[in-house]
């Protein structure tokens, strides 16, 4: 991998949305997991939503039905749509991918990372 590069964070109202995008270079793009993880100050790094390289979708408790991940493979970008955005939900956000098809939730497992987008969401 060249290169991951997320955008798309910056503050938002509750109850508004974003759209994080993560442009994936120097990979074969059919990778098996690809996910976005999360890391507020004084917390441990946290995986929010992962997809599978046939596209199935799992997501944290905390983000089901509010967070929607997806891919295009076409441009090699990832991307994690938040709507109903909380301020718990503020944090660095990161794209990643594992390289083998495990695509679970242990950070460890995960090869390559972006340098990370910043969302604040206020009350």
């Known amino acids: 991998v060249h290169l991951m590069e997320e955008s798309g964070g910056d503050s938002a109202q509750a109850g508004g949305s974003l759209r994080l995008s993560c442009v994936v270079s120097?990979?074969?793009?059919?990778?098996?997991?690809m996910g976005w993880f999360r890391q507020a100050p004084g917390k441990e790094r946290e995986g929010v939503a992962l997809?599978?390289?046939?596209?199935?979708?799992s997501y944290v408790d905390s983000v089901k039905g509010r967070f929607a991940i997806s891919k295009d493979n076409n441009k090699h970008t990832l991307y994690l749509e938040m709507n109903n955005l909380k301020p718990e939900d503020s944090a660095m956000y990161y794209c990643?991918?594992?390289?083998?098809?495990?695509?679970?939730?242990?950070?460890?497992?995960?090869?390559?990372w972006g340098q990370g987008t910043q969302v604040t969401v206020s009350s």
């Open positions: 990643a991918v594992d390289l083998l098809p495990t695509c679970g939730w242990y950070t460890p497992a995960y090869n390559y």
């Open positions: 120097g990979l074969t793009y059919s990778t098996p997991c």
């Open positions: 997809i599978d390289n046939d596209g199935s979708a």
